[in-house]
Every structure is written in C-alpha cells, then in structure tokens.
C-alpha cells in the first residue's frame, strides 16, 4: 500500500478496517528485506518540531540530522515524544503536524533494483507514536491537553467509571494529535511505600483493586480511546527500594507471593485485552535466577508472561537506557538477548545503530533465525492494523482545537479528581470559608504552591505564598511569623520520608503556633505519617486539575470521598491508617 492510497482515508479517528488481518500481514512482511523487518523492532526518540529540518541531536544519536531521514533510512517501527525532544513544543497543533510529517516519511514507498532484480523494498508501514500519559505525576502531554489524576488518586476515588472515562479522555486527545500509543497503565501493586520509581504511579497496594482499575483503563484507552495500551512494568515493579532507572532492583517475592501480588493486575491487563505489556529492568530469582533482569529472561518473558499467563500481543521493554538494564551487557548485546528472550520492541536503546546492526549479525550468523525475527513482525503489524495506525495514521489539524481541552474533558476531569481527594485528619477545622480571610500557603513546589494560591485567591482569600523545597531553620522561622498573623495555613509536603524531612520540621512548627494548619501530602500519602496537623490531606499529585480539587475541598464546595488506596504505616512498623480509610464532613 502506498502512501497515496494511506492518506486517502488516514486520518485518526476512522475505524480500521479489520478484514483479512492474516493476509495484510504476511503479504508485508514478505516485501520487507531484513532491515525493515529490524527497523519494526525498534521505538526510538527523534529530536524537533519539524521532521525536514536538521537538529544536531539527531546527528548525534542516529548520524542523520532530519527526524523525517531518520525514519527512511533505518526503518523504524515507532517513536516516542518527550517535552526533551522537543515534541511538544508547538502545543497541541504542532504535535499533529510533526506526527503527520514523521508518519508521511515512514509511509514513502520505494524498490531499489540492482541487475534487473529487486533487491531492496520499502513497503511504507505507518509508525507507532508513542507517549507517557500516565497523567498524574507521569504526564508528558500537558495543558491545554485535559490533565486527569494520576494511578493512586483514581485508586482512591474507588469508581471504575471514571477510571475508564479519564483513559477515553485521554486516548481520544493523544488520537487527535496523532499519538497512537500509550505506555500506561501502570500494573505495578505498590506494596513498598519506599518505592522511589512507582509509588502513586500504582493504584494501589491492594492487588485486586490494581487489577480492577488496569483492566478498566485498557478497556478506556484501547476501546474508547483508540490507542494501544501498554500495561507495566511486567513482572511487577511495585516492590523494590531502588530506581531502575539507576540501579538494578532485586524482588525477593517467592513464587506463590508473585502470583497474589503482582500478577493480578497483569492477568486483568491481559483478559481486557491490553494491545502491549512493557518489561521492566529488575531481578526476580523466584522466576528466574540467572542473575539476569527481566527484560532479558526467557523464563520470565516467554515462560511466564506467554506461555503460563497466554499474551500473544506485543513486548516492548522499558526504556534500555536505564541502568538496571545495562549492568551486566553491552548495549548490542542487550538488544539481541532481548529478542531471544521475548521481546518484540527495543525502547529506546541508547545506541540504535549498534542495536541493528547486532542484530542483523545475529541474523546472518545463525543466532537469530529470520522466522524469528517475522513473528515479532507480524505480531507488531498485527497491532497496527487493529488499533487502526494503517488505515488511520494521520491527525486532523482542522480538528485538534475542538478535541484536545475540550471544555466538557476539563469539566469532567475537575469532577473526577473532586472524587480523589482524601481526607484524613479533621479536627473540625474544615471545612472553612477562606473568604475575607488570611491564609498563609507554604511548603513544597514553585508552581504547587502557586496553583493553590491562585485557587484560595479565587475564593476570597488574601494569601501570603513562601515556598521551600527544603527549608532551612531561618526559613521555617519566616513561615512561623507568617503563620501567627494569618487566619489558616496550608502546608504542601512532598515525599518527607524518604527525601523532604525538614518539610515534616516545618509542618511542626506551624502546628507550634496554634494556628489551624492543613498539612497536605501533594504526592505519596505516607507523609502524613510523620506530622500531625488540623487537618490532613492525601491529594496524590500536584499537578493544577489536583490543587483545584484541594481548594473546593478546604472550602467546602466539595465534601471529599476518597479512600486510601493503601495502608499508611507509623514510623514503627505498624498501621497508622489503613486501606480504605478516609474521612468525609
């Protein structure tokens, strides 16, 4: 199919035809020479905003300076847009014009013919358009794109309704700028409240509810939203003290503990459906324990995730230029002994050029078989034919503004996050009219504690603002005398037991000088642990459609419902509040 005959009905948003899959799908892969097929297998990074312009980092990475000959010349089978590649630069609009770009270069047909034969094809298959839109603290695509809350605070809101409208939501705005893929939700039970990478990236530490809320999600994002999902980070990565992203994670879950905790969620993932399921970089011996990461195990990734729990869709790894993955291999030969273990899609290696060219030796040399190397094909072309991305791969541009922060996406996602809010500590003090009244706004984050301003201002209030990361004695002192002339004080705190402890220093200060003190946990829950305040707020992000929500809930125009999605354990081991746990006025 050329890319004349894609354009005429390519526009994101129609349903695919779903007719003779097999048949599409063995014919292109019979044109494809080995290049191509390697060029599927790979999901990278490309660098700017205009796909036909140079950009050095481009060069740098791939040894071509335009995104679009990127695309052409290694065959790639999808990218991933970050605000550091500049992706979204442009706002919503400009998103739909580079995918447009990128997905016209990939969708170029040509045959190369040497003595009369054909040697060389290129059969134009459309790009996966990849993204994190987790939402909540993961978001990539931001404002004006609808911000929903994120994995925990849909946790709390307990409602499997609006879990699944804030995927559809999302998938239908990431469709209208061409994104046809989404590296959520996130399948990981957060048991460890220490967990540095997953925390309210999890719904919640409670498998059966995580699982829940995952099979919900896929449903919202794949049925709804029409983008591929990506349940992560398999086998489960809701249990490790350290961040994959720079060390190795060991899991020293037995076997009869993995199949309770973490492999529900993944099941639920995988009986909606779920299009992908993303690996992740750690160790777990009671599934394997050959010293090597998950990402990497036969006997995690085919054995298990296969062969045991039946996935016949894709596999794509974590990002490989994580350092849980590159410890113990060469980054060619953690592509090639990826595949061999299961996987069909290398995100993002650090050296794409090395990554195919090991592969295509292992080809040529008899390690890989170039059957092999089809299946991964056919399974990967297969997704794209159903989710639509080669019948449907461009965006309209005429269209995005109507989609992308809809008023009715933004009125929903405030109503949805009002339902996350958890209130946990109440000593009568809210709620409270703010207005005509002094309210003191300190703590954690520039922009949060901003935002919150801006809400309290709009309900009346005259608010002083002193943000501090982490405050020095001189600066508590500051806020302390703030304190004492104003008529409330919010206090914003942002993981205090593991990073933030002085946060925790000034939450008692506050409290020391009478004054009714909302102290709230704008990212984990745990925090309140380690203060006790007036009141106690769990919002689990601080992103604006969250301090909205924070505001109507001191205020009172919102009567908070949410319900911890996780126990909060006291610093001594035991159970401070338990799951389910949450107060309402």
Known sequence: MGAGALAASAVAGVVPARANVTGFVRSTVARMILEEKVGQLQVQPVYGTDPNADDARN????????????????????????????????????????????????????????????????????????????????????????????????????????????????????????????????????????????????????????????????????????????????PGHGDTAVDSHYGLPLITHSRDEWEQLDAPPFKAAIDAGVDMIMTAHLLMPALDDSGDPASLSKPILTGVLREELGFDGVIITDALDMAGVREKYGDEEVAVRALEAGVDILLMSPAPLLARDAILEAVRSGRLSEKFIDEKVERILRMKHRRGIISAPLCDQAAVDDIVGAPEHLAIADAITDRTVTLINNDGTLPMSVDGKSVLVTGWGVSTTANVKAALDAAGATTTRLNYTSPTAAQIATAVAAAETSDLVVVLTHQVSSRQATLARLVHALVATGKPVVAVAVRNPYDVAYYEASAEIATYSYSPVTTGALVRVITGEVN??????????????????????????
């Open 59 to 234: 060069a740098e990475r791939f040894g071509i300076a335009k995104a679009a000959d990127v695309i052409r010349e290694l065959h790639l089978g999808g990218v991933i847009y970050f605000a550091w590649t500049n992706s979204y630069a442009n706002g919503p609009e400009g998103v739909c014009e580079l995918t447009n770009g990128l997905q016209r270069a990939a969708m170029e047909t040509r045959t190369t013919r040497g003595k009369g034969k054909p040697v060389g094809t290129k059969t134009g298959v459309p790009l996966i358009i990849a993204t994190d839109q987790e939402q909540g603290i993961v978001t990539r695509f931001g404002p004006p794109a609808t911000q929903f809350p994120g994995s925990m605070a849909l946790g709390a809101g307990r409602s499997v309704d609006d879990a699944r409208t804030a995927a559809a939501i999302t998938g239908e705005e990431l469709r209208a700028v061409g994104i046809n893929t989404n590296f959520a939700p996130v399948a990981d039970v957060n048991v460890n409240p220490d967990n540095p990478v997953i925390g309210v990236r999890s719904f919640s530490s409670d498998p059966h509810l995580a699982a829940e809320m995952v099979a919900t999600q896929v449903r919202g994002y794949q049925e709804d939203g029409n983008v591929s999902a990506s349940a992560k980070h398999f």
């Open 560 to 585: 908070p419902t949410g319900k911890l999605p996780v126990d909060i354990p006291d610093p001594d081991g035991g159970v401070l509040h338990p799951f389910g746990y949450g107060l309402s006025y």
